[in-house]
């Protein structure tokens, strides 16, 4: 079996202001800057994933964490006994900039993955969006379901 070669590097790391969007996520006045740190995973020499980190608040948000740490983009576990974490994925069309970062082709949707790391508040403290290509890579998920009342998943 070959070895796959993975990679990663950090596109930009660049205070924006926070806009309509993320000022309603986070809480904040959208005139307000937060940082935004996007970042590129290869395989084998080939894009197949990129991450954005949105926080208002770097400091308070990644007190031990180095930026630069291949583990940002699973888990930011230096923070996971101060935050809840919330998670969605789906299948999304990406930005045409995205998609050339990605290599991939008009049609070809990408799994998007966006995670809310919260204070014991309930605030928004890192906004997370992970888009990753298809083709043979793997997502690994695990579930259980609970049993149903009224059409709906018990947890």
Aim: net charge positive.
């Amino acid at each position: 079996m070959a070895s796959r070669r993975f990679s990663s590097r950090t596109l930009s790391k660049n205070k924006r202001k926070a806009g309509e969007w993320y000022g309603m996520i986070f809480g904040i006045d959208p005139a307000r800057d937060i940082l935004l740190i996007r970042r590129l995973y290869g395989k084998e020499g080939m894009p197949w994933c990129l991450e954005e980190i949105y926080t208002p608040d770097p400091e308070l948000a990644f007190p031990k964490l180095q930026l630069s740490d291949p583990e940002m983009l699973w888990s930011l576990r230096d923070m996971k006994d101060l935050f809840r974490v919330s998670q969605t994925i789906q299948v999304a069309v990406p930005h045409p900039d995205d998609r050339r970062l990605l290599r991939i082709r008009e049609e070809w949707p990408v799994f998007l993955i966006t995670r809310e790391y919260r204070r014991a508040s309930g605030a928004v403290e890192v906004y997370q969006r992970i888009m990753i290509v298809g083709g043979d890579n793997v997502i690994p998920v695990s579930y259980t379901q609970g049993e149903k009342e009224d059409g709906r998943v018990q947890r």
